[in-house]
């Protein structure tokens, strides 16, 4: 089973508060993944990092931050959160691209975020 | 853009059914296709496929990729109540420095008893 975790699992905020969603992993991977998902959607992604010190932005426009300070962590922050973040936010991870390993994604629980 | 079509969207089916998932792609760089299942959390993974025609296959569970016609199929046998999920497919394209995961809407499936 995958060691990836995510806090806070489900999170209820009113509108123009700032919210982290943490993410760590101890599998010691170097890339490192959010997505956003709607319910009854599909998975999009909205920030990545292949490392310390590299975050980019996804396919999906977001208006959330990301840092990755340490290899570990890849928090994403919303400075001002409004109610059409509410969705789902998934942290993933993956070992580094060897040309021609195979490279698996896992993914951590999940956030659920609400905002009123 | 890389697209990923899963179908059918949505099926309901009795216990000990058969059932096939369908996943068509188009993606630049194809790397892997990846098959998730995703009850009420996050998805778990499944299988990842990267040549065609040999079929990967776990317990109940076998997927199979056909890079020509640019699909893959999951088939779940002897279905349980407990298949009830929602199956993702993703595709893995490479791009500059790394992967790139695009997901179906994914394939939503009900086992009845």
């Known amino acids: 089973e995958a060691d990836i975790y995510q806090t806070p699992r489900y999170l209820v905020i009113g509108t123009g508060k700032k919210i982290t969603l943490e993410c760590s992993q101890t599998?010691?991977?170097?890339?490192m993944y959010w997505y956003q998902q709607d319910p009854g959607m599909e998975l999009h992604l909205i920030h990545y990092?292949?490392?310390?010190?590299?975050?980019e932005k996804g396919d999906l426009s977001s208006e959330s931050t990301v840092s990755r300070i340490r290899t570990e962590h890849f928090p994403l922050t919303l400075e001002s959160a409004r109610p059409s973040h509410t969705s789902q936010y998934l942290c993933a991870s993956s070992e580094r691209f060897i040309g021609g390993r195979e490279e698996t994604q896992y993914f951590g629980p999940g956030t659920r975020l609400l905002v009123l | 853009e890389d697209k990923v079509v899963q179908s059918p969207l949505s099926l309901v089916v009795h216990e000990g059914d058969t059932v096939t998932l369908n996943c068509s792609y188009e993606?630049?760089?194809?790397?892997?296709l990846l098959w998730y299942k995703q009850e009420k959390k996050a998805p778990t993974f499944l299988f990842m496929l990267?040549?065609?025609?040999i079929e990967k296959k776990s317990g109940r569970l076998s997927s199979i990729l056909d890079k020509k016609e640019l699909f893959s199929i999951l088939n779940i046998t002897a279905t349980q109540t407990g298949d009830s999920a929602i199956y993702l497919c993703a595709v893995n394209g490479l791009t500059g420095g790394g992967n790139k995961l695009t997901f179906g809407t994914g394939t939503q499936l009900k086992v009845e008893l």
């Open positions: 990092s292949y490392g310390v010190n590299s975050t």
């Open positions: 990267t040549s065609s025609g």
């Open positions: 599998m010691g991977h170097d890339k």
């Open positions: 993606v630049t760089n194809f790397r892997s």
